[in-house]
């Protein structure tokens, strides 16, 4: 039985193939329908549309589903990003973006960016630009310079700016894959 994460990744690599998708689990159904994938929950209604008609292939996500967390990960592995505001019906909209070469996308709350900030903090001291975590601000990438919390803020200093957003605030950022860790396990397997 599929799992629910292997159903929105099913869900999510069928829609963007625009093929028709039939899956289900005990909480998920995929399925299409009226030239639309979507998935329902078997406690919420439908949580996720993709139209298979649309030029500009575009995913909407049910913002109050429990299983958006699910789904905004999944996305984020396609490279789909979160576009902006609920939208009058309570949907996020994501799309495709191009990512630079050798990062991974995340959009999440702020709060997980801290938590990863301490991983790669070391790399801020070094003379140069960091590049290993970088944050989406107005349709660009900045590097993160420095992350300080006070006052129930997180302050995001880039490049050009310095950047406050509560802990419950969704950001969307890239962390550098580590290349030579995945050529290692490539050649255990």
């Known amino acids: 039985?599929?799992?629910?994460?292997?159903?929105?990744?099913?869900?999510?690599?069928?829609?963007?193939?625009?093929?028709?998708?039939?899956?289900?689990?005990?909480?998920?159904?995929?399925?299409?329908?009226?030239?639309?994938?979507?998935?329902?929950?078997?406690?919420?209604?439908?949580?996720?549309?993709?139209?298979?008609?649309?030029?500009?292939?575009?995913?909407?996500?049910?913002?109050?589903?429990?299983?958006?967390?699910?789904?905004?990960?999944?996305?984020?592995n396609y490279s789909y990003m979160l576009t902006g505001e609920i939208d009058s019906r309570g949907y996020y909209q994501y799309q495709y973006c191009q990512l630079p070469q050798g990062y991974q996308m995340h959009c999440t709350k702020s709060v997980f960016l801290w938590r990863a900030w301490w991983k790669y903090r070391k790399y801020a001291l070094k003379i140069g630009i960091p590049l290993e975590l970088l944050i989406r601000r107005r349709n660009s990438w900045y590097p993160i310079k420095d992350l300080i919390i006070s006052d129930g803020l997180l302050y995001i200093k880039t490049l050009g700016t310095e950047i406050a957003v509560h802990s419950d605030d969704l950001v969307i950022w890239l962390n550098k894959i580590d290349l030579s860790n995945q050529n290692s396990l490539l050649l255990q397997s």
């Open 1 to 76: 039985m599929l799992s629910n994460i292997d159903l929105v990744r099913e869900f999510v690599r069928c829609s963007i193939r625009k093929q028709d998708v039939l899956l289900a689990n005990p909480a998920l159904q995929a399925e299409t329908v009226y030239k639309s994938n979507q998935i329902t929950a078997k406690t919420e209604g439908v949580i996720a549309t993709f139209p298979l008609t649309n030029t500009a292939p575009e995913f909407s996500i049910k913002a109050t589903s429990s299983h958006w967390d699910v789904m905004n990960e999944a996305l984020a």
